[in-house]
């Protein structure tokens, strides 16, 4: 079969680690029997610069048909005072909830050979392998009504709604279990529900489901121990599950855990398998263009897409012990740096993967 992958850049250093990350997918074409066409479309600010919109309709009918979307970041700056529906965060927030991507998974991995990048301590990290599944379609960011107003004293106001359906819970729920039942086959829901009714629901549905999975075992953490659990003792932690705010805090957490935010990948699926492969770190304006990014969160979220989407687990395997190769060598771009390696650019780095993979 070919893969139809499509390839959004998007804006800063988007499109420096989208040249490295198709470099890669080359190498993989040639050497290892990857057949996969590439469609190259815009999104975000580059979008808002040629069409005023940032999710234009051709990227949107593109990224539907494909069977996964490697997408690089998007934002910057010159955009931050545009009105919110053609900011380039809107465009990305619009295709994840067009796709139906509601199951966003994001591992945080410490490479041994990172282990005095982390923040914390190096026995306290060592052997890092949590993965954080995080529900991305619902919940505050998303939940209506929401709005500016005013109130009786005429002072400004806003409000925002935090709703799940248990259709939304279970949905997320089920992906977590499979999730964790082929790792370590411990669960750790995440909630606020001594506070929130909608956390007493998402408790409630989760001690549901666990009936159908015997073999996982199944906790609970408020969100505000769960912050302080991360970066006490992240080793505790197996699998996490969590709505899409606690997840998007607690996952920026666990990515400082593991040294750079350069170094993380993640992948958004939809009921399918059909899914959009990112890494977690924006589009680092300050170093766009540059040659300093770190290409490997993008290359190994490229590895995540071979993994779930295209049914090449082998090439997944192939990218990732690359990449660990490639750091045994000393070779390291700024973020990841410390005196005594070798320092490299975003190209030496995709290409040194590269190479590893020939
Ligand atoms: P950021 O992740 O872009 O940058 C934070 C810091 O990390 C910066 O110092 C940056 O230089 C560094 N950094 C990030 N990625 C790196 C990499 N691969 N290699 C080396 N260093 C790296 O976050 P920010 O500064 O808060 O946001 C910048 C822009 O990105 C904003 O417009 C924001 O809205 C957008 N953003 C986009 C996404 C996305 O596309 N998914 C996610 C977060 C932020």
Known sequence: MTANIVLMPGDGIGPDIAD??????????????LDYTLNTVDVGGAAIEKSGDPLPDASLAAAREADAILFGAIGGPQWDTQPRDQRPESGLLRLRSELGLFANLRPAILFPQLAEASALKSGVVANLDVLIVRELTGGIYFGKPADKCSNAQGQRAAYNTMRYDESEIARIGRAAFEAARVRNKRLCSVDKANVLHVSQLWRDVMNELAAD??????????????????VRDPNQFDTIVTGNLFGDILSDTAAMLTGSIGMLPSASLDAHGKGMYEPVHGSAPDIAGTDRANPLAMILSLAMMCRYSLARGDLADRVESAVGRVLDMGLRTPDIANSSETVTGTSGM???IADMLI
């Open 213 to 230: 999975y015997p073999d996982v075992q199944l906790t609970h953490m408020y969100v505000d121990n769960a912050a302080m659990q991360l």
């Open 350 to 352: 995709g290409a040194a």
């Open 20 to 33: 490295e990350a198709k470099r890669v997918l080359e190498i993989l074409a040639t050497h290892h029997g």
